[in-house]
């Protein structure tokens, strides 16, 4: 089984729709991040999480909330989408960091394609 | 602002060549670089991970390399083969919070 899962895979809406988006580890790390990826513009951080108390803007966060429901799920929503924010999300995670070494190491899941229209 | 930049953005090289991925940054101020690995359809697979203190790191045929003061860093592929074929991205980490800039990737293709 996938360390790190992420539901729905694929999903097409419409403008304005209230869109949820989840992300599930099984590794034991403390901190979670959601980003985004475009073509032409690489990943872009839109929020991360070191716990469930601790939750931080990221680059592209306007438009976006996130919610930690435990130390394994962390959600990202779109309140009402809009058209640029077609794109592949991805949740990532990591442990602990402040430690020299692989702790560092970012572990991805395999993506939503959210389309809207 | 931390940018990161990756050239050449796609490469086809024949199989069995050895090839070199480029990464460059503009602030030297990292707290490490990792290098990913992204198939279609699919996330992204972490290949290798230099703190700032390091030099290079390797595993198997890839060898990935760090220079700080220049802002660059490089992925050597080895002998290369068709299931190398994927997007290749690199990714500066700039502090405690772990939080990636991405370069926009190079896309490589290994013919058989």
């Known amino acids: 089984d996938a360390d790190v899962t992420q539901t729905p895979r694929n999903r097409i809406t419409k403008t304005g729709k209230r869109i949820m988006l989840e992300c599930s580890q099984t590794?034991?790390?403390?901190?979670m991040y959601w980003y985004r990826q475009d073509p032409g513009l690489g990943l872009r951080l839109i929020y991360y999480s070191f716990d469930v108390k601790d939750i931080n803007k990221g680059e592209i966060s306007d438009g976006y909330s996130v919610s930690r429901q435990a130390q394994a799920k962390f959600s990202l929503s779109l309140e009402s989408a809009i058209p640029n924010q077609t794109a592949l999300y991805f949740c990532?995670?990591?442990?602990?960091?402040?430690?020299?070494?692989?702790?560092?190491?970012?572990?991805f899941g395999p993506g939503t394609r959210l389309t809207v229209l | 602002k931390q940018e990161v930049t990756q050239i050449p953005a796609a490469l086809s090289v024949p199989e069995g060549e050895n090839l070199v991925l480029n990464c460059s940054f503009t602030d030297s101020a990292i707290y490490n670089l990792q290098w990913f690995r992204q198939d279609p359809g699919k996330g992204l697979t972490s290949l290798l991970l230099i703190q700032s203190s390091q030099r290079e790191q390797t595993s198997g045929r890839l060898n990935a390399s760090l220079d700080k003061s220049s802002g660059r860093s490089t992925l050597y592929i080895a002998a290369s083969q068709p299931g190398d074929s994927a997007t290749y991205l690199c990714?500066?980490?700039?502090?405690?919070?772990?939080?990636?800039?991405f370069g926009t990737g190079t896309l490589l293709a290994v013919q058989p």
């Open positions: 990714a500066v980490g700039g502090g405690a919070t772990n939080k990636l800039i």
């Open positions: 590794k034991g790390h403390d901190r």
């Open positions: 990532a995670t990591s442990d602990r960091t402040g430690l020299a070494g692989d702790a560092d190491t970012q572990y």
